[in-house]
Each structure stands twice: as structure tokens, then as C-alpha cells.
């Protein structure tokens, strides 16, 4: 209810369950298109430009919008490299199932474990883009304290992930904000927007600055598709104070 009030929607108990439904179809998708990736159709008009961004060496944001899990079944079989900074130790039950039902091997995936500490993330994040692999990373959620930035979403203070943002000024490497819209079943739209930090000015400047683009994309986004966020708490909940 405060998402959908904050968003500007109006609620009803068929937005709920819809709003539900689709989280759980996204889920499962997560694990059936391990097993099966071929029964799963992506649209992307722009998919060649998408690939070679990807190739050179990005950060990828992500998102807990649609079907952002199953989004590494589109770059099966490009010759590119993703790794996914997570907490392997939050998610470990889930990636035993995805092991035992995946029928190939996910060469093109990687997962950077936040577990292991900032030190060994930071190395492992940094060898990927100098070997021009894009590292994925969420921006509408951030697990360490640190990397939390407060911004304006919906005319209202939330909280969002800086960290992203820091690693693309420090590298130079540009951002890659990709939604995946659910259209119908088995079927994802592949939207992206690169984002290109201004290095030349300051830090902090700079990473306000593009972390407001991301966030007026993410509301644009929400706007257009409110039955597909998947962040279930009071996002703009002031509980880091």
C-alpha cells in the first residue's frame, strides 16, 4: 500500500494479487529457464548495441524489477562474461537448486561473493572490468550501510545503492541500467540505458548526478510498469538514521 501510494497508483486487492503473481512467475522462471533456456523468448531492439557494451567491459545495473533473475539466459552463447556481485551466503539454498537443475553450464556467469569481505570484492570487481567483463550489480538495494545515498524517488527521500556509481567513476567504466519487463509468459523486453559518469568533476558530484539519471529512469520505469517491482518493505522507510 505505501509503494503504490508513493508511486502515485492507485491500490486494489487485484493489483495485490496481481503484484504477487508476477513476483511469483518471475521466480519460478528464475529456476525453470536454468533447465530449460530455450522455451524463453527476449525482445530487444537494440540487442547488438547492448552485446558490445557488455563486451567492452561494464557495470551493469540491475534492479528487483521483473525478471532480472533470469535475464543472464539472454547472453548465453555471446562470448561474454557477467559477474554478479551478491551475498552467496543469503542466497545459498537457492544457488544449490539452481546447480542441481541447471543442465549446462552457466560458463557466461560468475557470482562475486560480498561475503568474503570488501577487500577481496573490490579485487575480484576490479580484475573483471580490467579484462573487460561487466560486473552486475543491484542499485535499488544495497546490503552495507556504507553504500547507501539518500535521493529524491517519487519527491520523497529513499535510500539507494552508491556503490555502482562509485566503481564507474574509479574505473571510468560506463553504467548499463537494464529492466526486464515481463510482456506475457515466457516472454522479457530487454530495455538499457547507458549512463556515462562525468569523470572530470568531483566525486561526489558526479555520482549525484548519475544516480539521479538511474533513479528518473527507475521511476519512468515504475510508471510504466508498477505490478513488476519486486522490493517488498517500506522503501522509503528512514531506518539507517
Keep these: 500500500k505505501q509503494y503504490y501510494k508513493n508511486i502515485g497508483e492507485e491500490f486494489s486487492n487485484k493489483k495485490y494479487f ?21 522455451i524463453y523468448n527476449f525482445i530487444n531492439q537494440n540487442r547488438n548495441e547492448l552485446l558490445s557494451e557488455l563486451k567492452n567491459g561494464s557495470i551493469l545495473l540491475s534492479n528487483h524489477f521483473g525478471g532480472w533473475a533470469t ?61 573487460n567483463e561487466s560486473v552486475a550489480l543491484m542499485g535499488d538495494r544495497a546490503i552495507n550501510k556504507k553504500h547507501l545515498h539518500k535521493i529524491s524517488f517519487f519527491e520523497k527521500d529513499a535510500h539507494f545503492n552508491k556503490n555502482p556509481f562509485l566503481i564507474a567513476y574509479k574505473t571510468k567504466k560506463p553504467i548499463i541500467a537494464l529492466f526486464v519487463v515481463l510482456k506475457e509468459k515466457k516472454t522479457y523486453e530487454m530495455i538499457f540505458e547507458r549512463i556515462d559518469i562525468n569523470t572530470n568533476k568531483k566525486e561526489n ?29 517500506d522503501f522509503w522507510e528512514d531506518k539507517w538514521n
Design 205 to 233: 558530484e558526479a555520482v549525484e548526478e548519475a544516480m539521479q539519471r538511474y533513479v528518473k529512469l527507475l521511476e519512468k520505469t515504475l510508471k510504466e510498469h508498477p505490478l513488476q517491482w519486486f522490493n517488498f518493505y
Design 71 to 131: 535475464a543472464s539466459n539472454y547472453f548465453k552463447d555471446d562470448n561474454i562474461k557477467i559477474n554478479i556481485v551478491m551475498n552467496e551466503a543469503m542466497i545459498k539454498n537457492a544457488s544449490e537448486f539452481e546447480q542441481v537443475i541447471n543442465k549446462k553450464n552457466d560458463k557466461n556467469v560468475n557470482i562475486i561473493d560480498l561475503s568474503k569481505g570488501d577487500i577481496a570484492t573490490s579485487i575480484s570487481i576490479g580484475n573483471a572490468l580490467l579484462n
Design 18 to 38: 496481481k503484484h504477487l503473481f508476477n513476483y511469483a512467475l518471475a521466480t519460478s522462471d528464475r529456476f525453470i529457464s536454468k533447465a530449460n533456456p530455450e
